[in-house]
């Protein structure tokens, strides 16, 4: 079974700082995507980033980056010069491609401090 | 833009009612999902379905049944709540022929069951 992990369950930075939050994933699967949803606190989930397994460069959104690692199976997110309106639950997930199913981790509470 | 909308934001119930949490999707997608949230488990997938009058258990489907009777329209329902219920429940969906895989989400219902 495939499994995430987030190993941060809260983290927090001064405004305009970079963080890094890191996420592990196991699979024996070749092909399969790889997302960071935000969940602002009351708000909507919405989509960060989205990484394909097969494209060897790594998505950048923005002040969002990702550390796509395939064979250590790594898939961090970076946010620089970070904002207030950052502040968030952050949570990896992942979905084997031709299947229909998001695998969550556990989520890293991300706090930024004016 | 996609809406997900669910009936309610906050949902306080007894033990034993039977409670239904509705979900709506303007976008005709075909996928839709309800997970639970909890602290420090992340998002866990209840059920989801992939077409009207179709349904697939999720990882933690014991305690709930659904029901998707029209394509834009699935609702979760607790045949008895309890205590262990408690919880956020989130709504998502997507399509497969969509911008690979995003799911989107409602905005929650925050279920007390006392």
């Known amino acids: 079974a495939q499994t995430v992990t987030q190993s941060q369950p809260e983290m927090s930075v001064q405004e305009a700082e970079t963080v890094t939050l890191s996420c592990t994933y196991d699979?024996?699967?070749?092909?399969?995507?790889l997302f960071w949803y935000k969940q602002p606190p009351s708000r909507q989930m919405i989509l960060v980033i989205r990484q394909e397994a097969y494209k060897q460069q790594n998505a950048t959104e923005n002040r969002f980056s990702v550390n796509f690692q395939k064979a250590a199976k790594s898939f961090s997110l970076k946010i620089s010069d970070s904002q207030l309106g950052d502040t968030a639950m952050y949570f990896c997930?992942?979905?084997?491609?031709?299947?229909?199913?998001?695998?969550f981790g556990q989520g890293t509470r991300l706090t930024i401090n004016p | 833009d996609v809406k997900v909308t669910q009936s309610s934001r906050y949902l306080v119930k007894r033990t034993g009612e039977k409670v239904f949490l509705e979900c709506v999707q303007d976008m005709d997608h075909e996928n839709m999902f309800w997970y639970r949230q909890d602290p420090g488990l992340g998002l866990r997938l209840i059920y989801f379905?992939?077409?009207?009058?179709?349904?697939e258990k999720g990882d933690i489907p014991e305690g709930y049944s659904v029901s998707r009777e029209k394509k834009e329209r699935f609702s979760l329902i607790l045949e008895s709540a309890s205590t262990n219920q408690t919880s956020m429940y989130l709504c998502?969906?997507?399509?497969?022929?969509?911008?690979?895989?995003?799911?989107?989400f409602g905005p929650g219902t925050r279920l007390t069951v006392t």
């Open positions: 997930a992942f979905m084997t491609e031709g299947a229909q199913k998001l695998v």
């Open positions: 379905s992939y077409d009207v009058k179709m349904k």
């Open positions: 699979t024996s699967e070749n092909n399969y995507y």
């Open positions: 998502a969906s997507y399509s497969a022929s969509g911008t690979a895989y995003e799911q989107y």
